[in-house]
């Protein structure tokens, strides 16, 4: 995709959203950081019913530790890989606790070194924390830098370094939000609905597909 085409998405997704944003629920750094450590393989609206239960309880790391690992998992039983999630999470605020004041380090290397976190969740926080223009290449952002020819790659790591080039610097920090959404709801894996996407007239997916017949 050119960069004339590039910015013209990126314009229409700011025109259908103009202020994206995580669907998790959180108040600070480390609530966020939990939530998206227990998202992987799981919804959203999944884990914020379980942290709606939980933050009112324990909203730090000290808190989550004074828990114990059996406390916690009372809390995020319903969220799938509970019991290696509750071993990262327990593992991490105790990192936080004793490294780092119990507070999330704004510094990718900390934050990948913490149980349970690689890039893709170190740029989340990063982004929706601390402001920073990263992008986390899920599935969904993988699939629609592909299918529309934004950034094709064959893994992650190529996709998210091509979306770094491709998009226009003052798309970059909302970038992550934008695509990750568009990929949600309306860029689906099995059935996308390209007729009602705002940005098909700019998409090189050649498999577009026609609205269902009632």
């Not at 009372?74 to 936080?96: F, P, W």
Request: a positive charge; hydrophobic letters at 40%.
């Amino acid at each position: 995709m050119n960069a004339a085409k590039c910015r013209a998405l990126f314009e229409t997704l700011r025109e259908v959203n103009p202020t994206p944003t995580t669907e998790l629920e959180y108040s600070s750094p480390f609530e966020l950081l939990i939530a998206v450590l227990l998202s992987a393989q799981a919804t959203d609206v999944g884990v914020n019913k379980a942290t709606r239960k939980l933050y009112p309880v324990a909203h730090t790391p000290q808190q989550i530790l004074d828990l114990g690992e059996a406390g916690l998992i009372e809390y995020i039983k319903t969220i799938g890989l509970y019991k290696t999630k509750a071993k990262h999470v327990m593992a991490t605020c105790r990192i936080l606790a004793e490294q780092h004041g119990g507070e999330v380090p704004r510094d990718r290397a900390a934050l990948e070194a913490l149980p349970g976190v690689g890039r893709k969740t170190a740029n989340v926080v990063l982004n929706t924390a601390f402001g920073e223009a990263t992008i986390a290449v899920d599935t969904h952002i993988f699939r629609v830098a592909n299918r529309t020819g934004l950034a094709p790659g064959k893994n992650v790591q190529v996709v998210e370094q091509k979306l770094l080039k491709a998009v226009p610097h003052e798309f970059l920090h909302d970038a992550h939000h934008w695509l990750i959404l568009h990929g949600r709801y309306v860029c689906r894996a099995r059935k996308p609905e390209c007729w009602h996407c705002a940005i098909e007239p700019l998409c090189e997916y050649r498999e577009k597909t026609e609205a269902p017949r009632g």
